[in-house]
């Protein structure tokens, strides 16, 4: 089992930056076993990925993010955090972490198994 907890959201101006914690608490398996998914969900659309950080290897991200966002992990901290630079209007959603039994993380919000309850983000033009 896993308890997340996001944290970090908040009102920003346009080009601002942000950046959100993931903690994590677990159960049986320790969080350095888990992939930590980002994804976010804008008022009247589907959650759709960000970013997603492997147990190990490279982090892989979404086009519309890329370059901007940069997704880490502090195994020690059981922690995963999500940069975010050059923030745009288009960025503001309720944003999502989640642990994956997949060790190398995958990008649909149906392959994730554990989620936190979200952190609002709201970019301002």
């Known amino acids: 089992q896993v308890r997340l907890v996001e944290s970090g959201g908040g009102l920003v101006q346009a080009g601002g930056s942000l950046r959100l914690s993931c903690a994590a608490s677990?159960?049986?398996?320790?969080?350095?076993?888990?992939?930590i998914g980002w994804f976010r969900q804008a008022p009247g659309k589907e959650r759709i990925f960000v970013a997603r950080?492997?147990?190990?290897?490279?982090?892989y991200y979404s086009d519309s993010v890329k370059g901007r966002f940069t997704v880490s992990r502090d195994n020690a901290e059981n922690s995963a955090y999500l940069q975010m630079d050059a923030l745009k209007p288009e960025d503001t959603a309720v944003y999502y972490c989640?642990?994956?039994?997949?060790?190398?993380?995958?990008?649909?919000?149906?392959?994730?198994?554990?989620w936190g309850q979200g952190t609002q983000v709201t970019v301002s033009s």
């Open positions: 950080v492997p147990i190990r290897g490279d982090s």
């Open positions: 989640a642990a994956d039994l997949d060790p190398r993380g995958r990008s649909s919000p149906n392959d994730y198994d554990y």
């Open positions: 677990t159960t049986g398996r320790t969080f350095s076993t888990y992939a």
